[in-house]
């Protein structure tokens, strides 16, 4: 791991935040930090306008914790934030950059991965993707540890009554991610925005379908949008047609195709 931290200063931010990288060994997220100094610029644009102080914003897949950290800020010390990570490096590298700019009051740090049930899985390595780890064997060797799993519904309900954004980048797992936290999210007056990562194949691989977490996530009665990275905009779709191109996708024989989307309110 890295011994240093980037001073993140983003046009949103009230101030400069700190977060540790990896080292040389993560050559993608840690390293387009480096270069860049931002990460995904327009989903990091949609966190800022669906988030305002005192809001719950709950990060599933957080890695080293690029959005925990600045929902942190933006939430303030009145917000919360629930940042679950079950790679042990990357948890702590998130913990260590919550503690480097004082946040410990509003951010919840979990060294688990969201499922649909409590337990014990495997989670898969990749070797320089740090962002890339799989709870499901996928189609090449790796490296493999024992994570803990938590349903969300279970660990969400006691803890936070409302939410106004999740974010669910989880490799694969997002329709077991979202089928145990359907019944929290069915319980709040409101649901909170959705950014989420659709990727056909590796939902497949991991043992359901796109197609499958569409129609999961249309039970919520919200609007689809889809998240242009080239233009910095968002497109109405809806269930249906966002099914249609997962079909599409998992069709051709290879594909990965993948895109982000977002399930609520244009912001």
């Not at 089928?179 to 990727?199: D, F, K, N, V, Y």
Request: charged share 15%; proline share 6%.
């Amino acid at each position: 791991m890295s011994a240093d931290a980037l001073s993140l200063q983003l046009p949103a931010l009230p101030a400069p935040v700190k977060l540790y990288l990896h080292d040389e060994q993560d050559q993608v997220i840690s390293q387009r930090l480096r270069d860049t100094g931002v990460w995904e610029p327009y989903e990091t644009e949609l966190l800022f306008q669906c988030l305002q102080l005192g809001d719950v914003f709950i990060d599933a897949g957080a890695n080293i914790g690029y959005f925990s950290v600045l929902a942190a800020a933006a939430v303030g010390p009145q917000g919360r934030v629930f940042a679950f990570e079950p790679e042990p490096n990357n948890c702590a590298l998130l913990s260590r950059s919550v503690a480097a700019n004082s946040f410990e009051k509003q951010v919840t740090v979990v060294q688990a991965a969201l499922a649909a049930q409590a337990g014990e899985a495997r989670l898969h390595l990749h070797p320089s993707n740090l962002g890339d780890h799989q709870i499901y064997a996928g189609d090449g060797e790796r490296d493999s540890i024992s994570v803990q799993t938590l349903c969300g519904s279970d660990y969400l309900a006691p803890r936070a009554n409302s939410a106004a954004l999740l974010k669910v980048d989880t490799q694969g797992a997002e329709y077991q991610v979202m089928l145990g936290l359907m019944a929290w999210l069915q319980s709040l007056a409101s649901p909170p925005r959705i950014l989420l990562e659709l990727t056909p194949y590796s939902l497949q691989l991991a043992g359901s379908s796109g197609r499958e977490l569409i129609d999961l996530l249309a039970s919520l009665g919200q609007p689809f949008w889809i998240v242009d990275h080239i233009e910095h905009c968002l497109h109405a779709s809806d269930a249906p047609a966002l099914a249609t191109w997962c079909d599409n996708v998992a069709a051709c024989e290879g594909d990965r195709g993948f895109m982000n989307i977002l399930v609520g309110p244009a912001p």
